[in-house]
């Protein structure tokens, strides 16, 4: 069986159902596993894992039992491990389980060493008459990137142009030889001789001019392939919903867009000396049947000995290579995640454990590396072995050739040199093929980025200015995945214009999803939202965003200047309005009183200022744009009750309309409105400027 590596750390499940479904002739992948099956940060459980089998036609049978029953189950089947997670039990031999496991690749194990995983839950998946197998993959196709490329006909025309050039050069080379050989110093013609190396050094001169032209016009073609794929990448990526980001690893993100680079270099590499080295394979062929059909034979045998050990070896170098794709975009993660959080990773002594388990991450990319360099080395060695011996055979054949009077010393040299570039070329024609299969490794990981389905961002044409800041929520329900408890429950809610609304209530009831609903992050599950009248699918993504801003509590510095944090990178801001927003959030003498004052520069992870001061610069960040709509989530938390009220005071004088998501008693005591959240439905709704409440 082939292992299904996760992405998502929540979709053990989901990988476990794809290597059963390949096992019995249904070829599928993660990326429409997802679309079919969404499932939350929380996991999912035995039951939703049987929904979601039964959908791919599969008869379940979940089983309660003990490890030495093991043996009595129809494998594949799927096994309940650590208490959160599942693999797949591929066989098991006597004492010995190959497990299959989606976090870390294929592993083999004592009964005893999976005692202390196994949870003593199976379930067993067989196909039902309905079942059908087929292929499913998403793939990303090389003709949706080469067609929106710029200059491409051009550039690979004029490279194709230089490459048949280049090897017309490369075919005439023997020639000088075999004159020189047969002609020259048979004859004892030293005027030919040197009339021969003239020309040979004139065919150096060419050919050192056109490799030049030719490697100069394949970088220019490599620097505009990289620049316009990597940006139209970035670009349709940073219009993906933001679930997208929620649920992935940076690790993982990155290795993906690395994908592109390996196609990048095999299109501008590979197309055009394919194309040649056909050509070139079969001008040589035909030299060589014309000097001798049995040495011709001899070198065809030893090529077709050589594609037969190419495809043997592919199938485990191609698993190799996709397992330490995935292990190392983890490991890349866990070394990123390290170093954002080094300061709570420090205070609380965990920098061991960190290091203890990021060794064992980097061990087992290690593993994969060692695996793949000892199928490289055995096929190397092969290699090595198989045109060894046909070059000894060729020796004696030809010699006795040559002794027998059937060719002459030239012609055996010029047979060789041929002999050298047809298997040259034609080994190249063969790595290109695996080279090209192995291309479905990476368009499957680019498809997960490239073929993912933007947000519908197709704005109504519309002057926003003309919208009422109003908010009003119709029978609203979400929940983050199918078999999740609903999150917001049927919930309807008018937010007036102007309206200065706390909402309040026990962590996890909804609070922060409903602000996220607000701001198109998410889609309501059922209902629709309006602002100003107009839902929030007819206005669009970008429209909402530009009539609200939040302060969330993920909120994020950008590597740059205070200033140009303000401004959100805006670059034609206002250093005026800058200030103005500042002085409203109360950070604006502190900025003042820097050395570098707003020119002062932070990092991503807001270095150097505390926790009160970064909130206010997000405060600072959400009024410069001038929205007529406010959200903040717990945006105040961090500050003194100075600052806290200075920024109040002054968000009450703005004609805006304020959602305020907060616990602390002075921020709602400011709101006009309060509206009491419980498991996602409304249990109070109050007006604090006309009801006197005890809070």
Request: hydrophobic share 45%; net charge positive; proline share 3%.
């Amino acid at each position: 069986m082939k292992v299904t590596l996760q992405v998502e750390s929540p979709e053990c499940g989901l990988a476990c159902l794809v290597m059963i479904a390949s096992f019995h002739g249904l070829h599928l992948d993660l990326m429409n596993m997802r679309r079919h099956f969404s499932i939350s940060l929380k996991g999912t459980d035995l039951s939703q894992l049987m929904r979601h089998a039964q959908s791919l036609n599969f008869s379940c049978r979940p089983l309660r039992l003990e490890l030495e029953e093991l043996s009595q189950l129809r494998t594949p089947c799927i096994l309940h491990w650590n208490m959160n997670h599942f693999v797949v039990l591929e066989r098991m031999k006597g004492n010995s389980l190959s497990i299959l496991d989606p976090a870390f690749g294929r592993r083999v194990m004592t009964s005893s060493e999976a005692s202390r995983h196994f949870t003593g839950v199976a379930l067993e998946l067989t196909p039902n008459a309905t079942f059908r197998p087929g292929s499913q993959k998403a793939r990303v196709r090389l003709y949706d990137l080469i067609r929106r490329t710029i200059g491409l006909k051009r550039a690979l025309g004029n490279i194709f142009i230089l490459a048949l050039a280049l090897e017309t050069v490369a075919l005439l080379a023997p020639q000088v030889t075999q004159w020189v050989i047969d002609g020259a110093l048979v004859s004892s013609d030293h005027d030919l001789l040197l009339l021969v190396v003239l020309g040979g050094c004139l065919l150096m001169v060419t050919d050192f001019v056109l490799r030049m032209a030719q490697g100069w016009m394949s970088l220019r073609l490599g620097q505009q392939l990289a620049i316009q794929w990597s940006g139209n990448l970035f670009s349709h990526m940073l219009r993906l919903p933001w679930t997208f980001f929620e649920k992935r690893q940076l690790g993982d993100i990155a290795a993906r867009f690395q994908s592109l680079a390996v196609i990048r270099k095999i299109l501008t590499n590979g197309a055009i000396t394919g194309v040649l080295d056909g050509l070139v394979a079969m001008a040589t062929l035909t030299m060589m049947l014309l000097y001798s059909r049995a040495l011709t034979a001899i070198v065809l045998i030893a090529l077709a000995l050589y594609g037969v050990a190419r495809l043997v070896f592919y199938h485990p170098l191609r698993n190799a290579s996709e397992e330490r794709i995935v292990l190392g975009a983890r490991e890349n993660s866990y070394f990123l995640e390290t170093i954002r959080a080094v300061l709570p990773i420090k205070l609380f002594n965990a920098t061991q454990l960190r290091l203890a388990t990021w060794q064992n991450l980097i061990a087992d990319v290690q593993n994969r590396d060692v695996t793949t360099q000892k199928i490289l080395l055995v096929f190397a060695c092969l290699n090595i072995l198989i045109f060894g011996l046909e070059g000894m055979l060729l020796l004696y054949v030809g010699g006795s050739a040559v002794l027998q009077g059937a060719l002459s010393l030239g012609m055996l040299l010029a047979f060789i040199a041929y002999k050298t570039q047809f298997t040259g070329r034609a080994s190249k024609l063969i790595d290109l093929g695996i080279e090209i299969r192995m291309l479905s490794l990476h368009s499957e990981r680019l498809a997960d980025i490239a073929l993912e389905a933007p947000e519908p961002d197709e704005p109504m044409e519309t002057d926003i200015n003309r919208i009422e800041p109003y908010i009003e929520f119709r029978h609203v329900s979400y929940r983050y995945a199918h078999g999740e408890p609903t999150v917001i429950h049927n919930l309807s809610l008018t937010i007036n214009a102007g309206d200065s609304v706390a909402i309040v209530g026990r962590s996890g009831c909804g609070k922060s999803t409903l602000l996220k609903l607000i701001l198109g992050l998410l889609t309501p599950t059922e209902g629709e939202i309006l602002i100003g009248g107009i839902p929030m699918r007819q206005l669009g993504p970008r429209t909402c965003r530009s009539l609200v801003s939040a302060v969330m509590q993920e909120d994020q510095l950008l590597a740059g200047s205070l200033a140009e944090n303000i401004a959100c990178f805006d670059p034609h801001f206002c250093q005026e309005h800058i200030a103005e927003v500042a002085r409203q959030a109360d950070i604006h003498k502190t900025i003042t009183d820097m050395p570098m004052g707003y020119q002062t520069l932070v990092s991503e992870m807001g270095t150097g200022l505390s926790g009160g001061q970064k909130q206010r610069i997000f405060i600072a960040r959400a009024l410069y744009r001038k929205p007529k709509i406010l959200a903040l989530d717990e945006a105040t938390s961090h500050l003194d009750l100075h600052s806290e009220q200075h920024i109040v005071r002054a968000l009450c004088e703005m004609p805006i309309t304020r959602i305020i998501i907060a616990h602390r008693r002075e921020t709602i005591a400011f709101a006009k409105r309060l509206v009491c959240l419980d498991n996602g439905k409304i249990v109070e709704d109050v007006r604090l400027d006309e009801t006197r409440v005890n809070i």
